[in-house]
């Protein structure tokens, strides 16, 4: 069947078929790892509909909001390959009208971590994800653990609000090198491409470790190493739910997240890590 490319929610409504249907948001320049999402997306619903939006609400006056990497042509070829039903498209002026005046709180937690170095990152991120379920009524929708307070925070508005809408969350994907995919990965030079390898071996480190002053103490040491190439934004151990630093007694699973600046480009990565107290 040929995709439906859907501008508006007369196309969403029109491009519906029966059965259950899976969403996997995205800002375009799809690469394996959106592929992954797609894919787990595809195993678990009858009809895969996926956005395409660079979401202006998202990104700080000084992001990359303009520059940010747009491929459709290329993602339409990636969503035929993938088997993807529909791919939904909208306009800027039609997802944000003028007059419009309500949009999501993300909290104090989303005031933490990578919400601390964007502000109002996550209440942009939140409010499109919220118009993209309440447009497209997916029964569950994939998002990638490569953003993992991204991840937790859609965890947390579905359940503050009642949200109707499975969240399934997909492990990174990296390059043989332990680079995380990510559309910004397409800024770097070959020189700031190797710089940013500082991040998986930091995470490695990291991970090698089970009581957080080690966890802490051993990635650390790998991105000091690498500056001032590289420019450390945070290095946080976190409750994965939560965000919150955890204690140094602190048993279970924990996200140690990471980020990054080496050029113009910044990045992110983090691991899950079981801790168990020394
Ligand atoms: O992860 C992304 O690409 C974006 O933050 C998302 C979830 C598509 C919302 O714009």
Do not use: W
């Amino acid at each position: 069947m040929d995709l439906i490319v859907a501008r508006n929610r007369t196309d969403l409504i029109k491009a519906r078929r029966d059965g259950s249907v899976a969403l996997v948001p995205t800002m375009g320049a799809l690469h394996e790892g959106h592929r992954s999402l797609i894919r787990a997306a595809r195993a678990r619903a009858d009809q895969v509909v996926v956005s395409v939006f660079v979401n202006p609400l998202q990104f700080g006056p000084s992001e990359d909001f303009s520059r940010y990497p747009r491929t459709f042509d290329a993602d339409l070829d990636v969503c035929r390959a993938e088997g993807v039903e529909v791919v939904f498209a909208p306009a800027v002026q039609d997802m944000y009208p003028p007059d419009r005046q309500v949009s999501v709180s993300s909290g104090e937690m989303g005031r933490i971590v990578e919400g601390a170095s964007r502000p109002g990152h996550f209440d942009g991120m939140l409010t499109v994800v919220l118009k993209l379920f309440n447009l497209v009524r997916p029964d569950l929708a994939v998002f990638g653990q490569k953003d993992a307070q991204q991840l937790a925070m859609i965890r947390r508005m579905v359940a503050d609000l009642d949200v109707p809408v499975e969240i399934v969350g997909v492990p990174t994907v990296r390059e043989p090198d332990g680079l995380a995919l990510s559309s910004r990965n397409r800024y770097l030079s070959a020189a700031e491409r190797q710089v940013a390898l500082a991040l998986s071996r930091a995470l490695r480190a990291g991970a090698a470790e089970r009581v957080p002053s080690k966890v802490r103490a051993a990635a650390r040491a790998v991105l000091e190493e690498a500056a001032p190439e590289l420019e450390l934004d945070y290095l946080a151990l976190v409750d994965p739910a939560t965000f919150c630093e955890v204690p140094e007694l602190y048993s279970g699973e924990a996200v140690l997240a990471v980020a990054a600046r080496t050029g113009t480009t910044r990045l992110i990565d983090n691991v899950v890590i079981a801790l168990s107290p020394a």
